[in-house]
């Protein structure tokens, strides 16, 4: 049985990817912060057959995320881990620009978070010579958006390390992919 974890899986593009891997064999750990939100998800994957483990923990809380990871893989190994948690902030419509609070939240959350759990996944990946690590940039890693700096730059610092990752992991039959959504419902 594949076991699938997905990050930021409450909604948007990780409650998406949720429901699309789902269906009968398939074990799935989905990870986000609002449980109520992630329950839902979660049920919703069950009703398509799905063995479903939830985990509501904050991705910026990086020694209690690997520590999590670390149980979960070593219960039933992860074959592939979607990083798909992520915040966007930046200029509001009122005009008033991107707090430093705000930018360091953004880069905590899309960056530093996915290097956390990536560097460690990797690691655990490449030892047993198998998964698929799966991490989410965005097209504004590509083509900055001057109205979300620190969004801008997070999804280039994921892009980029997902890139120099991929050597390390393609000796050993690790994949490293990184995908760069355009704009999303």
Do not use: Q
């Not at 329950?39 to 809380?61: F, H, M, P, Q, Y």
């Not at 609070?101 to 899309?110: C, G, H, I, L």
């Not at 290097?115 to 996944?121: P, S």
């Amino acid at each position: 049985m594949k076991h699938i974890c997905i990050t930021g899986a409450s909604s948007g593009l990780g409650a998406a990817l949720a429901l699309a891997y789902s269906h009968k064999g398939c074990r799935m750990t989905l990870w986000a912060r609002d449980e109520a939100r992630l329950s839902a998800i979660a049920a919703s994957c069950r009703e398509k057959g799905a063995e479903v483990n939830v985990v509501s923990l904050d991705v910026r809380d990086h020694a209690a995320a690997r520590e999590t990871l670390r149980e979960l893989d070593d219960r039933h190994p992860m074959d592939m881990v979607l990083l798909a948690a992520g915040v966007i902030t930046g200029i509001t419509p009122g005009g008033a620009e991107e707090t430093p609070e705000d930018a360091f939240r953004t880069m905590d959350v899309n960056a530093l978070a996915s290097v956390n759990l990536g560097a460690w996944l990797v690691d655990r990946m490449c030892f047993r010579s198998n998964g698929h690590l799966v991490f989410v940039s965005s097209i504004a890693g590509m083509y900055p958006l001057p109205n979300s700096p620190a969004y801008s730059a997070s999804k280039k610092a994921v892009a980029y390390y997902a890139r120099a990752l991929s050597a390390l992991g393609r000796p050993r039959s690790v994949r490293v992919s990184c995908v760069y959504p355009g704009y999303l419902k």
